[in-house]
Nanobody
């Protein structure tokens, strides 16, 4: 069973940047797709980005051009580089895993991390 731990969240001013990390243990990441999700208070959880085992990535329209997902299988880690952050990006960000490719179906993600808080405020 894959265990996931997120880090890198914090408080940042609008226009600033953060890099989130999702570190896996219990298995290698090679055969897994990793998705980043976020949930703001009073809102449904949404998928922000996903990267498949082959490296193919996808992004929500709201973050295209600002966020970049990447993976380092040697470090068992997936990153989410977030630039030009906006107040509406404030949320708890979680990573989750599914096999091989990004299906776009939240129910397909089997292992979830605990999340890291990102707050964008002046």
């Amino acid at each position: 069973q894959l265990q996931l731990v997120e880090s890198g969240g914090g408080l940042v001013q609008p226009g600033g940047s953060l890099r989130l990390s999702c570190v896996a243990s219990g298995s290698t990441l090679d055969n897994y797709a990793i998705g980043w999700f976020r949930q703001a208070p009073g809102r449904e959880r949404e998928e922000v980005s996903c990267i498949g085992s082959s490296g193919v990535s996808a992004y929500a329209d709201s973050v295209k051009g600002r966020f970049t997902i990447s993976r380092d299988n040697a470090k068992n880690t997936v990153y989410l580089q977030m630039n030009d952050l906006k107040p509406e990006d404030t949320a708890v960000y979680s990573c989750a895993s599914e096999y091989y490719y990004c299906s776009g179906d939240e129910k397909a993600f089997g292992s979830w991390g605990q999340g890291t808080q990102v707050t964008v405020s002046s």
